[in-house]
């Protein structure tokens, strides 16, 4: 790699969640090769949010103090250190505010600076959003961006940012394949007290985001057509006590609680489908890495791995009604011929989008913005005047 040796880089992340540990240390490893030195800023999560600080597991990590403020703002001592980076990686979220003073003093510095992540507000749905329209226009406020998916490469790119300018991470995150013999499979299912009836299963938060209201009237409604359909429900969350009610009027379902590592990639292994109607993110590796046909509705708040998935071939989108989302689960459960190509289909696409890809692809994405200079005009829109011309937050040639 040809004058990049002895460079420096940094990211800045708000935290190290657990699935970004290998990914994180793949990649120091990669650039170490060609003599660049990563430097990854993280802090820790807020003490109600519940998440792991995995910054110890990252041998390149240096940790910083986040201060939180309101309004999902925080900040992070960090305005002096960055001066030292040839190229600084910068999280896409307005609540970041070390992103405001990081891209207005790059034009006195001279570095590059990036963006990563999904390109846009995708939680916020079709209609107006503050934090999707502040999002947006920050997007082309950068000299280069790393898209997690293809999906977020074409939101950055039909916002006029460059194309050579962007490289698709294929986001991903490090999943377990466990095969289980009839023998196991059916000696699981016993255990939660599902047997040989049919099984989806749900894995993820349980928060109202997830629309787990609408995944048990779909599941109910599914069942109205005769089939005796089972949903277990893995992790916690804010209804975790709500859905334990349901339990216990509705013995179909089946709240297993939070579950990780092989014993998390045995439950999905133990089911027919993966049910997530609603924003699901990278989960859906967990699901295809299981085999697993994916279930999702056709609402506009999926994160941009929902790219991952072909509708028909590893997995169904459906129409986002309850009605139509539990045909769609119990026609999966009854075809059975189509359910088992679906599962191949599903391990294959879980073979393509690995931890050792994504570094690879952040690696070369991290070569090719080191040898581009900075952008040669980079503005910050924030308004506009009452003439209908713009005002700008800065602006350098």
């Known amino acids: 790699m040809t004058g990049t040796t002895g460079q420096r880089i940094a990211i800045v992340q708000r935290l190290i969640p657990h699935y970004r540990v290998e990914m994180f240390n793949f990649l120091a490893a990669d650039l170490a090769r060609d003599g660049i030195k990563l430097t990854v800023f993280a802090g820790a999560a807020q003490p ?54 990081t891209l207005l003093l790059r034009a006195f510095r001279g570095n590059i600076v990036a963006f990563w992540g999904h390109g846009t507000h995708f939680q ?34 039909a916002a006029g940012f460059p194309p050579e300018r962007i490289t698709t991470l294929e986001n991903s995150q490090r999943t377990e394949t466990v095969l289980l013999t009839a023998q196991e ?18 894995c993820g938060r349980l928060v109202p985001q997830k629309a787990i209201g609408f995944l048990l009237d779909a599941c109910r409604s599914a069942r ?66 299981a085999g697993l ?18 509708d028909g071939v590893n997995g169904i989108v459906t129409p986002a009604t309850a009605e139509a989302y539990g045909a769609g689960l119990a026609r999966l459960i009854l075809d ?14 879980a073979q393509r989008y690995t931890v050792e890809n994504m570094a690879r692809n952040f690696a070369a994405g991290i070569e090719r913005a080191l040898s581009l200079a900075p952008r040669t005009q980079t503005t910050l829109p924030v308004a506009h005047n009452r003439h209908g011309g713009k005002r700008w937050l800065f602006r350098h040639r």
């Open 224 to 289: 109205g057509t005769g089939i005796d359909l089972q949903l277990a429900l893995v992790g916690g969350g804010a209804l975790e006590d709500w859905i334990k009610a349901q339990a216990e009027r509705e013995p179909w379902i089946h709240p297993l609680g939070p579950r990780y590592g092989t014993e998390k990639a045995r439950l999905l292994a133990a089911a027919d489908v993966f049910a997530m109607p609603a924003t699901i993110g990278l989960s859906i590796l967990d699901a295809f890495a």
């Open 48 to 101: 109600q949010e519940g998440l792991s600080d995995s910054r110890e597991q990252v041998a390149c990590c240096r940790p910083v103090r986040n201060r939180y403020l309101p309004a999902g703002m925080w900040w992070q001592p960090l305005v002096r250190e960055l001066a030292d980076y040839d190229l600084v990686i910068l999280e896409q979220a307005n609540g970041a505010l070390i992103n405001y003073p």
């Open 124 to 157: 916020a749905g079709d209609g107006f959003s503050f934090r999707k329209t502040l999002k947006n226009r920050l997007l082309r406020a950068v000299d280069y961006w790393f898209a997690y998916t293809s999906l977020s490469r074409d939101i950055v790119a």
């Open 185 to 202: 499979r059916a000696g699981l299912r016993e255990e939660i007290g599902i047997g040989q009836r049919p099984m989806a299963v749900f």
């Open 293 to 310: 046909p994916v279930a999702v509705a056709d609402f506009a708040n999926h994160s941009p791995e929902i790219v991952y998935l072909t």
């Open 336 to 349: 059975e011929e189509e359910r088992l190509r679906m599962s191949a289909a599903a391990r294959a696409t």
